[in-house]
């Protein structure tokens, strides 16, 4: 049973501050985890201060690495919550667009050609392109009014004619070099990333937050039904442009300088909704806050696992996300069933 609208204004209040302190802790972590040991303290002393090579550690290796994390995540986060509120189902994501695998071969094509060194800006570029063909594709394929079913069959559709795309560059690349390259940023990484990497992401990720943060009253109507969401004056057409325009250009972004990331955006929702309620509105600054955390506590995870290699945080976010995926069908299975398709 869902719980009272009586519990969730306390328990709210109180989550959106507690998921702040936590990003905030992990961020911490973040910046002490890896190769050189720095302890949390001498971490932070070493952001504020000059303390050396500490100082250099931190600010130069791990500081945008910890900042990349924060911002996919929270992007991811933001995005899967406000496509789950759009399309009303809670199993909704950027990849129901097949956005993630269209922005995947446009960085690629970028990669393919030598094109990310030279010109910065192609990549993030080249991925927002891809993933807002992708979700263009998907709309003229469905069509207006489309159902969940078609849009999330158009969406394979389209996702799966990305995934071909890639193999494609990969088979038809000029040297095994291009392919190690391209093969390991598809697996998802924030290893060896900078400053230039966080410059290209965060005036993106800003973009798109701000589209669907203002979405969140037109997301709160639309849960009681387009006619209603309509008598109460809201441009369900407009509504629709800032979520997924919106969950383009995040995920464009995001992918360009991280490589795939999968099931943040799909888990961050249902680790709020037991505390925020269903009001979409309510779950999309939560959501943000829980996709940061669960990314920067995978990339802490990802630089303690022992191994000879860094493993790909990509690896790591399909490992715990899918049983988690399976988990969330089989315990909502019911309610899954009822959602108007």
């Known amino acids: 049973m869902p719980p009272s609208r009586t519990l969730l204004v306390p328990a709210l209040a109180l989550l959106v501050p507690a998921l702040a302190l936590l990003v905030a802790v992990l961020a911490c972590a973040s910046l ?29 290796i791990r500081l945008p690495r910890t900042v990349l994390a924060l911002l996919v995540g929270w992007i991811f986060g933001l995005t899967g919550a406000g496509l789950q509120g759009l399309l009303r189902n809670p199993l909704a994501d950027t990849a129901v667009f097949g956005a993630p695998q269209a922005a995947a071969l446009g960085a690629v094509i970028v990669l393919y050609f030598g094109l990310a060194g030279a010109l910065s800006w192609a990549l993030p570029l080249a991925a927002i392109a891809g993933a807002l063909v992708s979700i263009a594709l998907v709309v003229a394929a469905a069509g207006r009014g489309a159902t969940v079913v078609v849009l ?10 990305a995934g071909a795309g890639t193999s494609l560059a990969i088979s038809l690349s000029p040297n095994p070099f291009a ?40 997301l709160r109507a639309l849960s009681l039904g387009e006619d209603t969401a309509r008598s109460l004056g809201i441009d369900v057409g407009r509504l629709r442009l800032l979520v997924v325009g919106g969950a383009a250009v995040g995920t464009g972004a995001s992918v360009a300088v991280a490589g795939s990331i999968g099931f943040v955006g799909l888990v961050a929702p249902h680790l709020v909704r037991p505390f925020a309620g269903y009001d979409p509105a309510r779950t999309l600054v939560p959501s943000g806050l829980a996709g940061a955390a669960l990314l920067l506590a995978a990339d802490c995870a990802v630089r303690l696992i022992p191994s000879a290699v860094e493993v790909k945080i990509g690896v790591l976010t399909a490992i715990l996300g899918v049983p988690f995926f399976l988990w969330v069908i089989a315990r909502r299975k019911a309610e899954l069933a009822e959602t108007p398709a």
């Open 32 to 60: 002490a985890v890896g190769p050189a040991p720095i302890g949390a303290v001498a971490a932070v002393k070493a952001l504020v201060s000059d303390q050396g090579s500490a100082s250099i550690v931190v600010r130069e």
């Open 179 to 218: 392919v190690t390259e391209i093969v390991f940023w598809l697996l998802g990484s924030f290893e060896d990333r900078s400053s230039v990497h966080v410059l290209l992401a965060a005036p993106f990720v800003l973009a798109a937050s701000l589209a669907i943060l203002a979405a969140g009253p037109g």
């Open 152 to 161: 999330v069959l158009a969406g394979l559709a389209v996702g799966s004619l």
